[in-house]
């Protein structure tokens, strides 16, 4: 067995192995990008951070401690009123 056509060989087959893995992370690499760039990924983009901030735009009654909207003027648990 001629060792030169041997290497050849290896060097074919691991040259097409790291060509279908490049193919493989490119493919992966386009659906991320189409579900964060097309309407619908966008959208639930949008809606996952307006839940957050929702979820985050809270402050804490200076009275009671107690977790209120950011738009509160008033505690809705121990009624101090709250001015900003
Ligand atoms: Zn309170």
């Known amino acids: 067995m001629n060792l030169d056509a041997f290497t050849v060989l290896v060097g ?3 040259a097409a192995f790291l060509l279908g893995l490049l193919s493989l ?3 992966i690499i386009y ?4 579900a964060i ?3 619908k990924g966008r959208q639930e983009a949008r809606e996952m951070s307006a839940a ?3 979820y985050y735009e809270r402050l804490k009654c200076p009275a ?4 209120i909207s950011i738009d509160a003027t008033r505690c809705p648990y121990c009624t101090t009123m709250i001015d900003r």
């Open 12 to 14: 074919v087959g691991a």
């Open 25 to 27: 992370v490119v493919w």
């Open 31 to 34: 659906g991320f990008t189409r």
């Open 37 to 39: 760039f097309t309407k």
């Open 52 to 54: 957050n901030s929702a």
């Open 64 to 67: 009671c401690r107690s977790k």
